[in-house]
């Protein structure tokens, strides 16, 4: 297995608004011009949501297609778009960027708390979500919020609808759902299956940095952006994208990881040639 270190950049999310953060990329061209930034400073993999452009969240294969082709057009990101979506929106809308064949997806594996709201997975939406997957040849990234959700995963790897090699997101500190603790994390590790690759998902600023520093310490990758925090530092808000994956890729090279190219990531993950 590669020992480089993988880094995702989540740049606009469902969640975080202009209002919380001035330099959140909204439009597809903004999204591009963020994109390059981070793969620029290091970034590997793109975490893409879209939103209208009054900034509403939505799953309109039209938007995420303008968005593909834009940051297609400036560099050759791996892009793994959202099945999450946004709260409220029903699986068939959630599912709709997955049949524009991009190279990988996330797949939520289990119902979480989202504060005082909740994004439903059932193991059916799991099971039709990993068919569909399967179908285009998309890359699942299996979202794990809690540890019942590793398991619910090893039912569908049981079951034949997902195939080796996995990568897991390990989403922790999202408020009602598991804590990010470096204990916590590491019990997850412990129990994912055998040889999978997983990148830790720190929600908020300090569980966002402590997190870089617990998956360098066991072994694993990192996402950073604005989905998942959106200051430098305790009341700094961070200038960009750019300025969180520059600090990650400092610290991992640091601690003597190379930071992979999109290249790296298709080979280790064993992507669809496109
Ligand atoms: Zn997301």
């Not at 300090?206 to 950073?224: E, M, Q, S, T």
Request: glycine share 8%; net charge negative.
């Amino acid at each position: 297995m590669s020992d480089k270190l993988i880094l995702t950049c989540a740049i606009t999310g469902a969640e975080t608004t202009r209002e919380q953060q001035p330099a959140l990329p909204i439009t597809p061209e903004e999204i591009a011009i963020g994109a390059f930034e981070a793969y620029e400073a290091g970034a590997s993999i793109l975490h893409l949501h879209v939103r209208k452009d009054n900034g509403t969240p939505t799953q309109d294969k039209a938007v995420f297609k303008k968005a593909i082709d834009l940051v297609r057009s400036k560099c050759d990101m791996v892009i793994e778009v959202t099945t999450g979506g946004a709260v409220g929106m029903t699986p068939e809308e959630r599912l709709q960027p997955v049949t524009l064949k991009p190279e990988m997806a996330s797949l939520d594996c289990g119902t979480v708390n989202f504060g005082d709201e909740y994004i439903i997975n059932t193991l059916p939406i799991m099971r039709e979500f990993a068919a569909a997957m399967k179908e285009y040849s998309v890359r699942p990234t299996l979202e794990c919020f809690d540890l019942g959700h590793v398991y619910a995963s090893k039912m569908l790897i049981k079951e034949g609808l997902l195939e080796a090699p996995y990568h897991y997101g390990l989403v922790l500190n999202v408020p009602g759902a598991a804590r990010y603790e470096v204990d916590v994390l590491e019990f997850f590790v412990r129990k994912l299956p055998e040889g999978a690759y997983w990148t830790a998902m720190g929600i908020g600023g300090k569980a966002n940095l402590d997190a870089i520093y617990g998956a360098l310490a066991l072994g694993g990758n990192v996402r950073v952006g604005f989905e998942d925090n959106i200051y430098y530092s305790r009341g700094r808000l961070a200038k960009n994208n750019a300025e969180l994956v520059e600090r990650a890729a400092r610290i991992a090279k640091d601690c003597g990881r190379e930071i992979a190219r999109p290249d790296d990531v298709r080979a280790m993950f064993k992507l669809r040639k496109a």
